[in-house]
């Protein structure tokens, strides 16, 4: 398991970026999973229900499978609905805010 301060940072990151950036939102997903959350796993987590949490951003964020050109992170947000990724988005600020606790 990582330290919590790490943990922390990489969220940071993605929070910043989704609120930050000023693409899509299925992009600033991109790029907050692939630039932070991707260095995470479910390990990380201290918490069984964070733990939870994440597996389901992940699952969610890399359910369609990518080829060369086009990893599945991409390839699943290619195909998000707006909906879905505000459904998303609000679980990885879920997730973030959860271990500020």
Known sequence: MLTTSYVY??????VQ??????????????FA???????????????ADQKKL???????ITAIDGNSE????????NKMSDDAARELAKKVFELYTSILR
């Open 9 to 14: 940072e990489k969220l940071s990151t993605a």
């Open 33 to 47: 999973y692939t630039g932070a959350l991707i260095r995470l796993t479910e390990d990380d987590f201290a918490k």
């Open 70 to 77: 086009l990893g599945s992170v991409r390839a699943t947000l």
């Open 54 to 60: 994440f597996g389901e951003i992940k699952e969610v």
């Open 17 to 30: 970026s989704l609120a930050t950036n000023t693409e899509n939102l299925q992009t600033r997903l991109e």
